[in-house]
């Protein structure tokens, strides 16, 4: 199939195009570049802009008639600053949003895959989700990924009593780390605030790094993370694909009614702890890190792991890749994506 990715240059969107392409399947990359990495864009079909841009993505369809599902990346995603700047983040992430879905609306557009987030989720006590458990946003960044959920949902069952064609499915990313195995994309920010990150800018810098937040009720007192390869999540990316249809008929059989949107978690399924995640970094660390406590950052919370039964079930989507694989990919894409520049 052909896809439209938006957001198709940033770490995930990028490594599922690369999933795409191994898949058979043929990504058409829209991205503003205001995140995401040009390189990553090369060899593919790219369109520079903005996804709130409808004549721009009316046009990529008039140039593609064939696009058959549209997944969508396009988002900021770094938490202090949507606590900063959440203008910023209701702007970019929720009216851009819609004013994609309303063009695939008139275009007849009938499958969008939208990248949502488990940090939608309050911690419960046992730190297991379904995607049925409570939802406690902590920061605007959250708070515009449940929100996009609620607007894509509302719009698919409008779409529905219509007769339209739009249905939607929004998977939950838990912690996503790692690069692609065959270091075609990875992380790529200067100053990243996801964990992975800074470990390895600590272990290719300063050898110093502060684990925030340590007054947790968790096992070891640090925020406990389902930590996905991203690889795998790639994968689920490919698999909600090629099962959207199947997948609509697998969830209308177990919830007994018709439902024109669905929302599926993506992760290992098992809980680690920042400081164990960290541990297991440094057993494999080409230099020594000092590991210092620091506060809580804003918009974090205890954290939950995944309950990924309804991506087996509905997706037949299980992860394949070990935690300590993806911090191997992620030191050998720091070291090859350094040495480019």
Not at 90 to 97: F, G, I, K, Q, T
Not at 121 to 142: F, G, I, K
Not at 271 to 297: C, H, M, W, Y
Not at 309 to 325: E, F
Request: aromatic letters at 8%; a negative charge; glycine letters at 8%.
């Amino acid at each position: 199939m052909k896809v439209l990715v938006t957001g198709g240059a940033g770490y995930i969107g990028s490594t599922t195009c690369s999933a795409l392409e191994d898949a058979g399947h043929t990504p058409i990359v829209l991205d503003s570049l205001v995140m995401g990495a040009r390189e990553f864009t090369q060899g593919r079909t790219f369109y520079e802009g903005d996804v709130a841009d409808s004549a721009l993505v009316r046009r990529i369809f008039a140039e593609h008639p064939d696009i058959a599902a549209t997944l969508h990346f396009a988002a900021r995603m770094v938490v202090p600053e949507s606590v900063a700047q959440p203008g910023l983040y209701y702007r970019e992430n929720v009216l851009a949003s819609l004013s994609l879905f309303e063009t695939l609306l008139e275009l007849g557009q009938s499958r969008v895959i939208f990248s949502s987030s488990a940090s939608v989720y309050a911690s419960p006590p046992d730190y297991r989700v379904t995607e049925n458990s409570p939802q406690a946003p902590m920061s605007p960044y959250a708070r515009t990924k449940q929100m996009v959920e609620d607007i894509l949902a509302d719009l698919c069952t409008a779409a529905a009593q219509a007769g339209q064609p739009l249905r939607g499915i929004a998977l939950r990313y838990f912690n996503p780390v790692g690069a692609d195995p065959q270091g075609r994309s990875g992380p790529y920010l200067d100053d990243p605030s996801h964990l992975l990150g800074r470990l390895v800018s600590a272990a290719r810098g300063s050898g110093e790094f502060a684990i925030t937040g340590t007054d947790y009720p968790t096992r070891d007192g640090t925020g406990l993370r389902d930590y996905i390869h991203v690889w795998d999540l790639a994968q689920a990316h490919v698999a909600a694909l090629e099962n959207f249809d199947q997948a609509f008929v697998r969830a209308q059989e177990e919830l007994g009614a018709e439902v024109h949107s669905l929302i599926i978690n993506v992760g290992t399924g098992n809980g680690v702890t920042v400081r164990e995640l960290v541990d297991a970094f440094t057993r494999i660390s080409p230099q020594p890190l000092k590991v210092n406590e620091a506060p809580r950052r804003p918009g974090d919370n205890a954290g939950a792991y995944a309950d990924i039964g309804r991506a087996q079930r509905w997706l037949g989507w299980s992860p394949q890749r070990s935690t300590d694989d993806a911090l191997q990919t992620a030191l050998d894409w720091a070291e090859h994506w350094n040495s480019r520049r």
